[in-house]
Nanobody, 122 residues
Framework: QVQLVESGGGLVQAGDSLGLSCAASGRTFSSYAMGWFRQGPGKEREFVAAISWGGRTTYYANTVKGRFTISRDNAKNTVYLQMNSLKGEDTAVYYC???????????????WGQGTQVTVSS
């Protein structure tokens, strides 16, 4: 069992940067791939970024590639999402998730956090 708690969300202006963190409980964090997803108002949950258990492989959605960076620190049981050049369309609730294999698919992830709101005013 892995419990995930996101933090770092807030209200920013277009063009600003924001960093999200996701703290995981449990001794097996380093064996899980981690993903970030988001769900905007009236939209389905969508993939943002993912990182393999060792951090060597990363995936990004085309909409965030070049602006967002995912990273992890297994010693701290934490995964991060650095978001730069934020746009209004990045407004959403952001969720972190843990799964056995790195994937862009929602269904590949077993454990989910409660989410943190990111609002970008344009």
């Amino acid at each position: 069992q892995v419990q995930l708690v996101e933090s770092g969300g807030g209200l920013v202006q277009a063009g600003d940067s924001l960093g999200l963190s996701c703290a995981a409980s449990g001794r097996t964090f380093s064996s899980y791939a981690m993903g970030w997803f988001r769900q905007g108002p009236g939209k389905e949950r969508e993939f943002v970024a993912a990182i393999s258990w060792g951090g060597r492989t990363t995936y990004y959605a085309n909409t965030v590639k070049g602006r967002f960076t995912i990273s992890r620190d297994n010693a701290k049981n934490t995964v991060y999402l650095q978001m730069n050049s934020l746009k209004g369309e990045d407004t959403a609730v952001y969720y972190c998730a843990a799964g056995r294999h790195i994937s862009t698919e929602v269904d590949a992830y077993e454990f989910w956090g409660q989410g943190t709101q990111v609002t970008v005013s344009s």
